[in-house]
Structures are given as C-alpha cells and as structure tokens.
C-alpha cells in the first residue's frame, strides 16, 4: 500500500494575526485521513508572493499532492496563482464558464461585474478547473513536476467543503486508485495522574507501536489516547484498534471514562440521568462554574436541582444555614465549612447529591490557606462525604477550571461505584 504524502498550506495574513482560525486544515486532515491519504505538513503563510513562492516550492520537493486554500479571491494581496506561476512558469489563463456564470449572477442582482471580478476566474493553461457549487471562485487541479495541485477558496470554508466533497476526493479516488483508509479512536481517561503516568503504564505498548498508533493527549485535567490504523477498510481497521484497545484496557482500563468526542462532564450527566439522581451545588471560588457547566447540557433539569452561590462568609450562613460557630472555628476553606456547604445544598434543594467548593483562587493567601487551595466535598443520599483537599497551581482562572473538572471526576467515580 504506497504511502501518499499530502500537505495543506493555508494561504491568509488574517490567519497569521490570529483574525481567523484555520478550520480549513483541520477539516481536509480529517476527510484526507477517511481516504487513506497521510498530512505530514501543515503550513500558514501570509499573502506575500515571495514568501508563497518559497513555500510552494518547499512543497514540490516534499509532496505528492499539495493542498492550497485561500488566496483566490478578486483582490490585489489574493496572490496565490500569480506565485504558483512564478514556481511553474504555467501559464495564467481566464476560465470562460466562470465568466459566464459571473455575468449571470451580476445580470440577476442587477450589478455590473467589476473588472476586478473577472480574477476569480484565473485558472492556469491545461488544468483542471473544479466546479464550486455554491460560490463563484473555481478550484483548480494542476499536475505538474510529479505533484498534485489541488487549489480551493479559503472563504467561506462552505465553498471549500462543497469543491473537496463534490470534485475533488470523486478525482482522487479515480486517479489514485484508492485503497485505503485511515481511522482513529480516541480514547479518554482521568484520575490516572496525567499524561506522564498513562505514558509510564502503556511504556511497552508505546515503543513498539507499529499500526495501529498511540499518541498520548493531554488536557486540563485528564488524558486521552489516539489510536491510528491504516487499513484497506474500516471494518478492517475498526479491528486493529479493537485489538490495541483491549491490550491497553487491560493496564489502565479502571481509568477509561469514555470515547471520541464525549467529555467527562457529558459522562457523568448520562449517569446522573441512567441512575435517577440529582444534584446541587453550592459554590464559592468557583462561583456558579459547576452549576453553569451541567445546564449546558439538554434537559439538565431532568438531573439538577440548583445551586447556591455563596462567595462571602454571612452568605455562606444565610443561604445555607451554616452555623456562624463552624466558620468562625474553622473558617470557610476548611474541611468542615465544605462539608456543612454540601450537606446543606442538598438538603435545601432538594436533590439526592450535594457537591460544593470552597478554596482560595488567588492571587496571595486567604484564612492562613495557600492560593490554589481548594476543598471539594461531596454528600451522597446515604448523608456520607467524601472529602479532598487540592492543591492546584496557575492563575485564578486555572484554578477555577481545575476544581470544576475534579470534581466532576470525584463525582464520576462516586457514581461508578453506586
């Protein structure tokens, strides 16, 4: 199975400003990969002739079959075609059906078609001009030097995705003949202790990777694994992870929470729901954030009752009924005070869960407590706790982020063990 070498380079000061984000790149990757075809650059360049030229010529050394989005339009910095002619020396020609279907939309809009206009139909002599169904702007197949050149708009990506679905992978799977696919799993984990530790467990696994593959993934909080196959087919490929999959389960099953594009607050929503529970918050330095992050998700009702904002002492006292006594002696970022909140907010809202925050987000100390210290506690329908102290590090916002998406973990587990 010949190994195809594909690379996208994304044409667009804007992207370099950081005006746009590049969804084109990552949406062609992904179709490319479903046909079998390997990314191995990405690029982004401005709308400079010069530095495009270098670029396209950087590509035709490396590549079989280069991907260019953006640079198209009717505008003087829309310079793509003019530095791929500067690279081939091919010829830049006028497309006539562009022309045509330009002067119609025109007529139609009762508007004269600017002489800029007449740009967006500039193909280059003997290549293959794609049809865009839902813009103006042609794509353009070029082969030359032994390498595809594939070009499409870069806005709207819808004209991009019609070109790439409708001409351009019909032309490629013609031409290449092609036999393969390229599929991936992702698998998700948390409470392991970061991406280090997985890495540490699957060690083995890991070096002597062949196909599938394993890239280790690290977020905020937990860890994922992408498992690669190329295969002939899917279902062919589906068994190759399958395979890799249970090798890896068996080390770190106890960790795996879920797959794919599931988050861990999705998981623990579902379970919410499968077992017939609700719950409560009661927040201080996380200020709603938990409560937030659940009804996010569609008939958060059906799972949470409420929550309590309680960012000072006396409201702490107020809303919740928490003895004055109890924060005086231990204060609010305590063991104590967290498991008074929890017990509370369950009880006034009703729900058969209470979980609650309290902590120190920073910047400096608060109660002779470090910034980053936070209590998280957790009151079951048996009336237990299950109380832990962090310590996290990072800016206030960090902070905040990270004791959310403990104690969803805390609340996953709670729940996998009823």
């Known amino acids: 199975m010949k190994d195809i070498k594909a690379e996208i380079v994304s044409v667009g000061t804007e992207l370099l400003l950081g005006q746009i984000v590049n969804t084109n790149a990552t949406w062609i990757s992904e179709c490319l990969a479903e046909q079998g075809i390997s990314v191995y650059y990405h690029t982004v360049v401005g709308d400079n002739k010069n530095r495009l030229t270098t670029i396209f010529s950087d590509a035709d050394k490396r590549s079989d079959i280069v991907f260019i989005t953006g640079g198209l339009g009717p505008t ?39 002489p800029n206009n007449r740009k967006q139909s500039h193909t280059f002599k003997g290549a293959m001009v794609l049809k865009n169904s839902v813009g103006i702007a042609p794509g353009i197949i070029v082969d030359y030097n032994n390498t595809l050149w594939i070009f499409m ?53 890991i070096s002597n990777q062949t196909n599938p593959t394993i890239a280790p993934l690290a977020s905020e909080g937990e860890v994922a694994l992408r498992l690669t196959a190329k295969a002939n ?14 090798k890896i389960t068996a080390i770190v099953g106890q960790y795996l929470y879920g797959y794919d594009q ?52 006396f409201s702490k006292a107020k809303a919740l009924n928490i003895d004055e006594k109890l924060l005086e002696t231990h204060g609010t970022v305590s063991k104590e005070c967290a498991e008074a909140m929890s017990s509370q907010v369950k009880l006034t809202y009703q729900s ?23 209590f998280i506690s957790i009151c079951d329908q048996d009336n237990s706790y299950n109380t832990q102290k962090f310590q996290f590090h990072g800016d206030r916002k960090t902070v905040r982020n990270r004791a959310v998406k403990k104690a969803y973990e805390m609340v996953y587990y709670q729940l996998k063990r009823e």
């Open 233 to 246: 087919s899917l279902r062919e490929a589906d068994k190759l992870i399958d395979g890799l999959e249970n």
């Open 352 to 374: 058969t869960i209470g979980i609650s925050f309290t902590g120190v987000a920073g910047p400096g100390q608060f109660e002779n407590q470090e910034e980053g210290t936070v």
């Open 76 to 114: 003087e910095d829309d310079l793509t075609r003019e530095a791929f002619q500067k690279l081939s020396g091919l010829e830049i020609i006028e497309d006539e059906a562009t022309i045509i279907k330009m002067e119609q939309i025109s007529a139609k809009n009762n508007r004269t078609m600017t």
């Open 153 to 205: 708009p870069g806005v709207p990506p819808r004209e991009m995705k019609a070109i790439m679905m409708e001409e351009v992978i019909p032309y490629l799977t013609r031409k290449l003949k092609l036999d393969a696919v390229i599929h991936s799993r992702m698998l998700r984990f948390i409470g392991i202790g970061g991406e280090s530790q997985l890495e540490h467990e699957l060690q083995s696994l």
């Open 262 to 313: 599931v988050n861990i607050g999705q998981k623990v929503f579902d379970l919410l729901k499968e077992q017939q529970l609700t719950i409560a918050s009661a927040e201080s330095l996380t200020g709603g954030a938990f409560a937030a992050s659940i009804v996010d998700h569609q008939g958060a009702s059906e799972v949470f009752n409420g929550a309590a904002v309680v960012y000072q002492s």
